[in-house]
């Protein structure tokens, strides 16, 4: 087989391989779109991107990621030609960036109602003060997105314009072969006395290394094929280049700390209290009929973590009285910044923002 392969090929090969094993990081291309760090606890960094060669901002209401813990950063900003921050600065939106940095085990104790009640606050504080604007749109990937309604149901801040939920699931036992597995778990437990939400954060803490093992679990047929085609296209500089980037970002993810981890395994996947329309923040319930803002909810049409089923509940539930449900290709992570994406998910998102955020008038 190898007397088919062209000299030229052989040598792109060779010089890949090396490259590829040797000295991954010059072929990484991910996170290279500039942004300044407007805010710094020492765990959590609030990054502004800034808009290098870009019209002025058209839009006066900032635009404010809220990823979900354990991810590395590097997905919002994949590829130059597949960066979602770079896009929807293109499209005018001010765009602010959560980093919610390495949790480790002096962190283990921060539970959902950290990041809902004070961590995210801060940072939403911080983006007013340095955008001079109140009025916020929130952007909420997986995790991210139970962050953004929870926030607006804990508060009441209506000065939350609009959110976007991107494959965020509430009601987990609807979510396939998965929820049904959570579902009998969660049988199981009550059966032998066992209250998951009263384990200690320390047993339920997941350091990056499993949080890197389960994610490539959750889909193991794609993670094998992955190195299959790597194998097979070696001699594709943009293929090895593509590969490296992907693996920049699965084989660098984050710590769970054990309090969040677990609050969210016991609202979402075990006792599913937000399909009943209430999340627990230590004591306290928090009502999604009390969020207010615009909602647009995704949903990925491949996405095994959180389907379509579990995640379009959220209709029902919040009180928003304008909010769009919209089915897109990919998979849980595809949605956010799959090949697909710059066609389908963030076109659709950025038309409904602009329609709900005040265009500025350049004349004035």
């Known amino acids: 087989m190898l007397r088919r392969i062209q000299p030229k090929r052989v040598k792109h090969l060779i010089a890949n391989v090396g490259e590829r094993v040797l000295r991954p990081h010059t072929l990484i291309t991910a996170g290279k779109t500039p942004y300044n760090v407007v805010a710094d606890n020492g765990l959590v960094r609030l990054r502004h991107y800034r808009r290098s060669g870009e019209p002025a901002a058209r839009y006066p209401v900032p635009l404010v990621i809220v990823p979900p813990l354990a991810v590395n950063m590097l997905i919002y900003d994949w590829f130059p030609e597949r960066s979602f921050v770079r896009y929807f600065l293109e499209q005018g939106f001010d765009v602010y960036l959560i980093d919610w940095g390495s949790p480790d085990r002096r962190h283990a104790r921060y539970t959902l109602a950290t990041y809902v009640t004070k961590l995210l606050p801060e940072c939403l504080q911080q983006v007013r003060q340095h955008s001079g604007q109140r009025t916020l749109s929130l952007h909420g990937w997986s995790m991210g997105g139970g962050f953004a309604l929870c926030y607006q149901a804990f508060s009441g801040d209506t000065d939350i314009r609009n959110i976007v939920t991107v494959g965020t699931a509430l009601d987990g036992h609807a979510n396939g072969q998965i929820g049904r597995q959570y579902a009998a778990l969660n049988r199981a437990l009550k059966a032998v006395g066992v209250n998951f939400r ?20 959750s889909d193991p047929i794609s993670s094998v094929q992955g190195y299959v085609d790597l194998i097979r296209n070696l001699d594709d500089r943009e293929f090895v280049i593509q590969h490296a980037n992907q693996s920049a970002f699965m084989d660098n993810l984050e710590a ?88 389908q998910a963030w076109p659709q998102t950025a038309e409904w923002l602009a329609a709900r955020s005040c265009v500025i008038d350049d004349h004035q």
């Open 198 to 217: 009263r384990l200690p954060s320390s047993v339920t803490y997941a350091p990056a290394w499993i949080n890197a093992i389960g994610f490539k679990l």
């Open 256 to 343: 769970y700390p054990g309090g969040v981890i677990r609050d969210w395994m016991y609202s979402i996947w075990l006792e599913n209290e937000a399909a009943r329309g209430y999340v627990s923040l230590g004591h306290r319930r928090v009502y999604l009929k009390d969020v207010s803002a615009n909602l647009l909810a995704l949903a990925g049409t491949s996405d095994k973590l959180a389907n379509e089923h579990c995640c379009r509940p959220i209709m029902e539930l919040v009180g928003s009285a304008d909010k769009t449900f919209l089915r897109c290709p990919g998979g849980h992570t595809g949605i956010l910044s799959g090949s697909r994406a710059p066609e």
